[in-house]
C-alpha cells in the first residue's frame, strides 16, 4: 500500500495535462488582476478630480464653474480610461458646489470569460465618484 502511494507521487505522465488545465486559468486570475488594478487607480483619479474641482470652485470668487472644470482637466491628465466631469455650483455663499466625475476603463477580462463557459459581460468597467464643498464667500 504504502509502496503504491510513493510511486504514485513520483508519477510524471499527468503534468502536461495539469499545466494544460492550469495555465488558462492562471492568465485569466492575471488579467482580471491588471483590470482591478486599472480600475482602482480610475477611480481613485476621479475621485481626487472631484475633490480638487469642488474645492476650487468653493473658494474661486470669478467663474467657478470654469475654474472648477479647468481644474478636474489638469488633474485628469495622469488618469487612465475616460472621464465626464459635471460641476454644479450655487454662487452664493454658503451654497452647494457639487463636482462629479463619471469614469470607464476597457474590461479586458469580460470578453475571455466566454472560453470558460460565462457570458459576455460588459466592455467596460464603469463607476462615478462625488464630491460636495460649501461656497465660501463674505
Known amino acids: 500500500m504504502v509502496e503504491t502511494l510513493f510511486r504514485w507521487l513520483r508519477d510524471r505522465r499527468g503534468d502536461?495535462?495539469?499545466g494544460?488545465?492550469?495555465f488558462p486559468?492562471?492568465?485569466?486570475?492575471?488579467?482580471a488582476l491588471v483590470?482591478?488594478?486599472?480600475?482602482?487607480?480610475a477611480s481613485v483619479t476621479a475621485n481626487n478630480a472631484a475633490n480638487v474641482a469642488a474645492r476650487v470652485a468653493s473658494v474661486a470668487q470669478a467663474d467657478?464653474?470654469?475654474?472648477?472644470?479647468a481644474?478636474?482637466?489638469?488633474s485628469l491628465q495622469a488618469g487612465i480610461g475616460t472621464y465626464n466631469v459635471a460641476l454644479a455650483a450655487d454662487t452664493r455663499p454658503g451654497g452647494d458646489v457639487t463636482a462629479t466625475v463619471a469614469w470607464r476603463i476597457p474590461n479586458i477580462v469580460g470578453g475571455l470569460l466566454g472560453f470558460f463557459g460565462a457570458g459576455f459581460s460588459d466592455p467596460e468597467?464603469?463607476?462615478?465618484?462625488?464630491s460636495r464643498f460649501r461656497k465660501e464667500g463674505w
Open 16 to 18: 502536461m495535462v495539469e
Open 20 to 22: 494544460a488545465i492550469t
Open 25 to 31: 486559468l492562471m492568465a485569466l486570475v492575471a488579467l
Open 35 to 41: 483590470n482591478l488594478a486599472l480600475a482602482g487607480y
Open 64 to 69: 467657478p464653474v470654469g475654474q472648477g472644470l
Open 71 to 74: 481644474a478636474a482637466d489638469h
Open 125 to 130: 468597467i464603469q463607476g462615478e465618484a462625488v
